[in-house]
């Protein structure tokens, strides 16, 4: 009797540490309030590589260029580089006019691609960019318990992935644009300085008017 009690007692209490430690699964552990759900930045290169001369690009090979362009809808956010062993200028010239309709404009420096230019070739490689969070959305938290008032699994899916989604230059997210050293502190203080500068409207005093009876 004895042993068979024993044997009860400690299968309930391998029972009972067992749902403890799945519980213990599901509880936040995260105590920053940094997202641990960050975006994630992807880059792609796609290349295609034209015939060059002397004298850049012939016509037909401007045209098969300027239609990759429009088929790989060139836009805002994309990199467009030139693999050239020749660097001749006339060559860039004319890639950066093409590129230049989508307002993109020609990269310094070309990234390593598969493959070796051949000889009177020249490859343009297109760079683009893509963020997403992955992991998102985050549930896996299974318990309501937080004894270490910790922050969900899922905090900073839903910003963090409207940001991914709505920068239009993901390569934003991993270092900001530098500026170009001009500055626009004199144009906006124009209006500042012309609200300053003006007279107060009761400055004359009041402009007498005739109070003319009414019927």
Not at 25 to 31: A, L, N, S, V
Not at 46 to 66: I, K, M
Request: charged share 15%.
């Amino acid at each position: 009797m004895p042993i068979a009690t024993t044997r009860k007692l400690a299968g309930a209490l391998a029972l009972s540490l067992g749902v403890t430690l799945s519980a213990c699964g599901g509880i936040p552990t995260h105590r920053g309030l940094e997202s641990v759900n960050q975006p994630i930045v992807e880059r792609t290169n796609y290349t295609l590589d034209v015939a060059a001369g002397a004298g850049g690009l012939s016509v037909p090979e401007q045209q098969r260029l300027a239609g990759w362009f429009e088929a790989m809808d060139l836009r805002y956010g994309d990199r467009v580089s030139i693999e050239d062993p020749m660097m001749n200028k006339a060559t860039r010239d004319s890639i950066a006019q093409l590129a230049g309709r989508h307002g993109i404009l020609v990269q310094d420096g070309a990234p390593v691609t598969a493959g070796y230019v051949q000889p009177g070739n020249v490859r343009v490689v297109l760079t683009r960019s893509k963020a997403s969070v992955p992991g998102c959305p985050n549930w896996d938290a299974k318990s309501d318990a937080n004894p270490s008032n910790a922050t969900s699994p899922g905090y900073g899916c839903s910003i963090n992935s409207n940001m991914a989604a709505m920068i239009a230059n993901p390569e934003d997210l991993i270092k900001g644009q530098t500026g170009t050293g001009e500055t626009v502190v004199s144009t906006s203080n124009k209006a500042i300085d012309s609200y300053r500068n003006q007279a107060p409207t009761g400055e004359g005093g009041l402009k007498e008017s005739a109070t003319g009876g009414g019927s």
